[in-house]
């Protein structure tokens, strides 16, 4: 019963998906980020079934990539994408540790948050317009999966900039050794699947992913002095967009090589 609350704690918190409500305790959240990946193995699996439809009906490419940008957004309502924001307003202020974590809190968005994140969503729908295999978008699909488990895995390792916030919430009650060892799996398995459905274009997009992560390990412990809640949702962001860019880079290198 801890297990199947705690995976309706992670759709009820990361996603807009209906789940039944459960009660808002440590308890019930032991195992939730265990389950964080099965959100982004929806956003993937109905990316993937928009490219198969596109394809059937012979939707132009430009449709078929501003619908594919829009899918995660419509499955988590947006909540990493604020995170995302928060943290530019963070970074834009050139301000010390303190203040910039005081920013990431305030509910209203800067006008560097509303530049970046059009540049963000114009960018990403390009990219995804660019997308021309299957097998390319096996990796993309895969890519959602992999993002939150690396992000999982962050929110249980690496040190917390805040005693509270929504991460600590999932973070402090979470099982450890247990999520940390679900989690390393999904990211294996993650792994292999993007490599096996296209070597290259996995390759690039994987290298895409593990830059990032260093980075937002560097980053988050030199400017906040560790990770929150929307430390983690620029990080999912900014890793999806890099898995994104080594997956188009990689396809369009094999057909130069």
């Known amino acids: 019963m801890t297990v199947l609350k705690s995976l309706a704690s992670a759709f009820l918190m990361y996603s807009r998906i ?34 198969y439809i596109c394809g059937l009906l012979g939707v132009g490419s430009f449709l078929c990539g501003a619908v594919s940008a829009l899918i995660p957004l419509l499955i988590t309502g947006g909540i990493h994408l604020d995170g995302f924001c928060d943290v530019t307003d963070a970074q834009a202020s050139c301000a010390d540790r303190e203040t910039k974590l005081k920013i990431m809190s305030d509910p209203h968005i800067g006008s560097f948050a509303v530049m970046k994140v059009c540049a963000y969503l114009i960018l990403q729908t390009a990219l995804l317009s660019e997308v021309k295999s299957t097998a390319s978008a096996v990796v993309i699909a ?34 450890k050794n247990v999520t940390v060892a679900v989690l390393v799996a999904v ?71």
């Open 142 to 175: 895969v890519g959602f999966v992999l993002s939150r488990a690396l992000s999982g895995l962050a929110a249980v390792t690496f040190k917390g900039a805040k005693k509270d916030g929504a991460l600590q919430s999932f973070a402090k009650p979470a099982h």
């Open 18 to 51: 209906p789940m039944p409500q459960v009660e808002w305790k440590e308890e019930n959240r032991r195992y939730a980020l265990c389950f964080f990946p099965l959100i982004g193995a929806v956003s993937g699996g109905l990316f993937f079934l928009w490219r």
């Open 187 to 257: 990211t294996v398995l993650s792994v292999v699947a993007m490599l096996g459905a296209r070597l290259a274009v996995g390759g690039c997009a994987l290298l895409g992913a593990v830059l990032t992560f260093v980075y937002y390990r560097v980053s988050s412990y030199k400017s906040f002095g560790g990770i929150t809640g929307d430390l983690a949702g620029w990080f999912l962001q900014v890793c999806e967009i890099a898995l994104l860019v080594g997956a188009v880079l990689g396809e369009k290198l094999e057909v130069l090589l």
